[in-house]
């Protein structure tokens, strides 16, 4: 394990933060820009395994980068080495706290999924570890707020990474709470608000983990040695930081020559990612499940669906932005070379669960760029909806919700079942199936507004769907 002085808490012992974010560090690292080192916990018991795993290896282990950069393959393998103490929380609460003593310790970042960053009511028990990562963080800094005497300059910057819009402010939200809680002094409080930061920040990069096995085997045999935490990802990778630049000098990322960005308002990074990466998999995921398509990168290795997804996304997405057409653009770019990489199987079977939710978030605002300006809704994304419709066509049978694609073939829907059950029934209840059309386009309450009011929307809606009914197109 690295000698270095801890600077880093890493609570998330995942294939995510050690694609990720300990690559970053361990970039900066090798180009002699951060000295420090990380010490590694994990969020839930569960973990256990994984941290005694890393313990095992001294806290190494590999890191293969494949994919496509600039339309070549790539394939890189290095050896991070940034942990310089792996161990169990729960089987280790007081070497836990007494991270908190260490006057070197700067960073606290964190992955525990979406679940992780919530408040769930648990008592205060003094020497037994707290379940919850938000309190776990509230109790590390009470430790940290007395062994430094409330130091205005002892604070800690906390980066947590989970895909939850505002996640830093979630997180102080949270650890306020505990804080109050187990009724810690005000002063305590007040020094959280004042000198502790919670940053909110956007990541990407698709981790994919463990390789099948017969990679793992081949791999092994040509390096000469085994590693059972040794981890794919992709090229591509992303950190938004909503904080100023001057942060650099904490962890120099920038000057790493990675791509992360150190700004001020995280609201571009986000509408791009929402509106054209997971746009245009919501765009095209129904579609291509109902002509037998089954990858993302079989997708848009298609002539035909490839093409529709580009016009749709450079034609239609993108001039909907309030951004400068030339940068996202390129990211179109990115995200295209993304969707291609050779060593990414991303079904798009499970793309489309909780479709529903996922459209009125991704697409809806799109196409009610347009509808609002009293224009019709553009062809693609006309098209995309009413793929999304057919998809949804599908009749319960004992609490299943089935469709069937273009060919016959059958499929469940894996979505929210009174809306499963709502959609359902106005398939069946319909006269024809434009009636049911008009009737799903005008229930607001699957898409928060009544979209029969859209200029000519219904029309082009059951033009497309009778379209893609006749194995044609618009």
């Not at 103490?85 to 310790?105: G, H, I, K, S």
């Not at 791999?219 to 085994?226: H, L, N």
Request: net charge negative; proline share 5%; glycine share 8%.
């Amino acid at each position: 394990m690295s000698g270095s002085a801890v600077n880093v808490l890493q609570i998330g012992e995942g294939n995510f933060l050690r694609g990720f974010a300990d690559w970053m560090i361990h970039s900066c690292r090798k180009q002699g820009l951060f000295a420090g080192s990380v010490a590694v916990t994990q969020p839930r018991p569960a973990g256990k395994r994984k941290i005694a795993q890393l313990a095992e290896q001294d806290g190494l282990y590999t890191l293969v980068v494949r994919g496509l950069e600039n339309g070549e393959r790539v394939e890189r393998r290095e050896m991070i080495g940034v942990f310089s103490q792996v161990f169990d929380p729960y089987e280790e609460w007081e070497r836990f706290l007494a991270l908190a003593d260490n006057p070197d310790l700067r960073l606290v970042i964190s992955n525990t999924t979406e679940a992780g960053l919530t408040y769930k009511a648990e008592p205060l028990q003094e020497g037994e570890p707290t379940q919850s990562f938000p309190g776990k963080i509230a109790r590390l800094l009470y430790r940290r707020y007395e062994a430094f005497g409330g130091a205005p300059d002892k604070g800690l910057v906390v980066l947590p990474c989970e895909l939850l819009e505002r996640n830093g402010d979630t997180l102080r939200d949270c650890v306020l709470r505990y804080a109050a809680d187990w009724r810690f002094p005000e002063a305590f409080l007040d020094w959280v608000r004042a000198h502790n930061r919670f940053l909110n920040s956007l990541v990407d990069r698709i981790v994919t983990g463990y390789p099948d096995e017969a990679q793992a085997e081949a791999w092994f045999a040509e390096w000469g040695y085994r590693d059972d935490m040794l981890t794919a990802c992709e090229p591509y990778h992303l950190w938004a930081i909503e904080a100023e630049p001057e942060l650099e000098s904490l962890l120099p990322l920038r000057a790493a020559g990675l791509n992360a960005h150190w700004v001020d308002d995280l609201t571009p990074f986000q509408l791009r990612k929402v509106r054209i990466l997971n746009g245009a998999h919501t765009l095209m995921t129904p579609l291509g499940l109902l002509h037998g398509v089954e990858h993302v990168r079989e997708l848009m290795e298609h002539r035909e669906w490839s093409a529709f997804v580009r016009r749709t996304v450079e034609e239609e997405i993108i001039p909907s932005l309030p951004y400068p057409e030339p940068d996202m653009l390129a990211y179109a770019g990115e995200v295209f070379e993304r969707y291609l990489n050779p060593f990414i199987r991303h079904r798009l079977h499970d793309i489309a669960m909780n479709s529903l939710s996922k459209a009125r978030a991704r697409l809806l605002p799109t196409m009610a760029h347009y509808a609002g300006r009293g224009e019709c809704v553009p062809d693609g994304l006309t098209r995309g909806f009413a793929g999304l419709l057919r998809y949804y066509r599908a009749e319960e049978r004992e609490g299943r919700f089935v469709g069937r694609t273009l060919s016959g073939e059958s499929y469940e829907l894996r979505d929210d079942s009174a809306l499963l059950a709502r959609i359902a029934h106005a398939w069946r209840d319909a006269r024809s199936p434009e009636a049911a059309i008009a009737a799903l386009l005008a229930d607001a309450s699957l898409w928060g507004q009544d979209l029969s009011v859209w200029p000519g929307f219904t029309e082009r809606i059951i033009r497309c769907w009778n379209a893609t009914e006749q194995g044609g197109n618009e």
